[in-house]
């Protein structure tokens, strides 16, 4: 019962691949960048790259699988770590050119070891900006949206 | 007194910008990719590029900065459409490379009019993962998660 639904899905799966294929726009290096998001807590992961083939692994096997760029091999988070990424969703953006990936994250995304690798990398030190005539009590920028 | 506060956190972030930029490692093209994040819902609405001077305008007018490597020129997100994004903190990743700016987004992210470039181009296909052991009633891909 279960291979007959796994195949059923897959069929399906496999010939929608040719049709999510020519909808994407991978780039010169023949690669999409993928945002990664908790699905439950909406936590930004972490930015990763899929070509075709990772893209085509993580549509039909319920893992992310990812291009590495600096070592020129595909990998499925967490295969080394144990931190898996299993998949919930997959969305293109209006340009075809970028995905968004929902995901259940099992522990740290980031190889240094925090959830997110945001956490790791940290702030940058940011004007904060506000729609005009929005001026919250001691913003220090309370003039930055004035222009738009 | 306002003006005093603007030139000081002025002073203070135009130091910093040579710290961040030499934290940030650009691409080929000169470019960064950023994740925007509506900073109250977590939607990620969008995915951008950065250059250097983008990256400056965005940490220190409190308006987000594109570099569209469409058109070859920057963009201020907003100016044109009305729907600004107003700055409330800007992250680097683990790697600098992929930055992540969660704002205030003014009606639609996307030039299609949806709220997301995600909700405009749309799911695709995905087998669904879960961890070992997780068998969600009615799910068609439990076994997914095995070989995690």
Not at 79 to 105: K, M, P
């Amino acid at each position: 019962m279960n291979n007959s639904t796994d195949n059923s899905i897959g069929n399906s799966t496999d010939r929608s691949i040719s049709a999510v294929l020519a909808r994407a726009t991978f780039d010169a290096n023949g690669l999409l960048p993928a945002i990664i998001q908790q699905w439950d807590s909406h936590e930004v992961l972490m930015l990763g790259y899929m070509d075709a083939e990772a893209l085509r692994r993580t549509l039909t096997t319920g893992r992310v699988t990812f291009w590495s760029r600096s070592r020129g091999e595909y990998w499925r988070k967490g295969d080394t770590s144990g931190h898996a990424q299993y998949v919930r969703s997959v969305d293109l953006d209006c340009d075809g050119d970028a995905l968004l990936v929902r995901v259940d994250q099992v522990g740290a995304a980031c190889h240094t070891g925090t959830r997110t690798c945001f956490e790791a990398g940290g702030p940058l030190p940011a004007v904060v900006g506000h729609r005009p005539g929005e001026h919250p009590a001691g913003s220090s920028a309370a003039g930055a949206g004035a222009a738009g």
